[in-house]
């Protein structure tokens, strides 16, 4: 039976592997997988090839060849990904080539490659952010590196914004932000505009705040989408004629409040600051620093505090137990440390030997090591994540590794967080009995067994000043 020349010579017709990729890609061509991508409104069925995704994404392969593998040969659903970002994730892993072309656009892409830990394509998604950045969408890139975790772009923003203040009060998109980025430029020493021109761009933000949230614009409700922001404001730094002209006659200020303000301006301390207000009489200073243009050169601009890393170790004896991980299975920590430190990550334990390798010892050398997948990240008393990581490595057997996150946080001394882990692969685990506390004479970190699960955590990876490490090490 003859066959045609296009259905047998595609692959020597197309001469590189992208141009042949391309091909299956598109086709459907050998395709053993199945996606249903999007939403209801929205939503498109796309296949691929289980193989060329497993070698792109570690989240791929522990869904194809891992312990949470699909058997069944189901269609797989991913409705919180535009079927146009994940095309563009396909065409990325099959070609390591993307067209990116606006910030929304960009937005969808980066939030599938950070799901799929494609770090390639979240870098090249924020350098596309980088170099676009301008007064009129720095707030909604600041608003993206806070969602996807991206420190460089997030620093770089909030340069631009302190920079460029008043640009970036005056541009429409402003008055478009959350109310936590708000509160966040609010929280700046360094701002290049003056606080009453901050404060009518803070009206015209509550004024469409209460739009978005169906609420009449007035001062009643202005004053309630403010909520702590309103407590940023600088008024002790206006003259008295800019606070009687504005703020005083806002509405949003009741009589008394007003009157207790306008004294404090006229003579500071005269009587206490009515809460929420700030109390703070100082100006904010001007920025005159460009931003960094790159990525490297805020690296070497910015004035990261020295730490010393250190190591609070949690665990106890091994328990005679052990945690055989079958599919999913998530451990955590919950604690809290007495002094100021900053959380690096944490030791784990890696997986005993599998008996069928012990059994076959005597017949063939036993592989040394195998690859773990582990997701991490640390939240606070109120369940916000302040840091995570997706971590894959070549690990040994009945051994320890280092998990570390993306970037390290600060915590305050007294109060709880948790750290969990996610484990992605199937084997057998020890578990640790959990100490109650860890003392290192110069701070105690406690831990809530009750509320800490499994004993997989080793210990504790933290960083703390120098100069109160040095203290420490001389004691000892």
């Known amino acids: 039976m003859a066959h045609s020349s296009s259905s047998i010579d595609w692959q020597t017709e197309l001469r590189y592997i992208n141009q042949r990729a391309t091909h299956i890609l598109q086709s459907g061509q050998w395709a053993d997988c199945t996606f ?8 498109k069925t796309l296949r691929g090839h289980r193989l060329i995704l497993a070698m792109s994404s570690p989240v791929f392969e522990a869904m194809f060849y891992g312990g949470i593998a699909e058997k069944t040969g189901k269609a797989v659903e991913i409705l919180d990904v535009q079927p146009d970002a994940f095309r563009a994730l396909l065409q990325y892993i099959y070609t390591d080539d993307i067209t990116l072309r606006s910030f ?16 390639s394509l979240v870098e090249q998604c924020t350098r596309f952010i980088w170099k676009d950045l301008y007064p009129g969408n720095v707030c909604r890139a600041y608003e993206f590196a806070r969602l996807f975790e991206e420190p460089s772009l997030l620093e770089k923003c909030l340069q631009i914004i302190q920079t ?18 708000l509160y966040t430029i609010l929280q700046q020493e360094t701002l290049n505009v003056s606080e ?74 005269v009587t206490p600051v009515p809460s929420p207000f700030c109390n703070n009489n100082k100006k904010r200073q001007k920025e005159q620093t460009p931003p960094p243009s790159s990525p490297a050169d805020l690296r070497r601009s910015s004035r990261i505090r020295e730490n010393v890393q250190l190591r609070c170790e949690c665990a106890g004896n091994v328990m005679t137990n052990i945690l055989i991980n079958e599919q999913l299975v998530d451990c955590s920590l ?10 690096y990550g944490v030791e784990m334990p890696t997986q005993l030997i599998p008996q069928n390798l012990e059994q076959q010892s005597g017949l063939q050398p036993i592989t040394q090591s195998y690859t773990e997948l582990i997701y991490a990240f640390l939240q606070d ?16 057997w009945n051994n320890s590794t280092e998990v570390m996150f993306n970037r390290p946080v600060y915590i305050t001394p007294n109060k709880m967080y948790k750290i969990a882990v996610v484990l992605n692969k199937v084997g057998r685990y020890p578990l640790y009995a959990t100490s109650r506390s860890v003392s290192m004479d110069y701070l105690t970190f406690t831990f809530d067994q009750e509320r800490s699960r499994d004993g997989l955590i080793k210990a504790v990876i933290f960083g703390c000043s120098s100069e109160r490490a040095t203290s420490y090490f001389w004691q000892h």
């Open 381 to 396: 008393s109120d369940g916000c994540r302040l840091t995570y990581t997706h971590f894959t490595a070549r690990v040994s």
């Open 196 to 269: 009453l021109v901050l404060w009518e761009a803070c009206l015209q933000w509550a004024k469409q705040e209460c739009v978005r949230q169906s609420l009449e614009v007035s001062p009643m409700n202005q004053r309630k989408v403010l909520g702590e922001c309103i407590g940023q404001i600088r008024f002790l730094t206006l003259s008295p004629t800019e606070f009687a002209n504005s703020p005083a006659v806002s509405g949003l200020l009741a009589q008394e409040e007003s009157f207790t303000l306008l004294m404090n301006i006229s003579s500071p301390g």
């Open 164 to 181: 460029k203040t008043e640009e970036v009060l005056k541009d429409p998109s402003f008055e478009e932000i959350d109310s936590a980025t």
């Open 36 to 43: 249903i991508v999007g939403n209801e409104n929205n939503q």
């Open 334 to 343: 919950t604690f809290s440390v007495d002094g100021n430190v900053c959380i």
């Open 104 to 119: 929304d656009q960009v937005c969808e892409i980066c939030y599938a490659a950070k799901k799929y830990m494609i770090p």
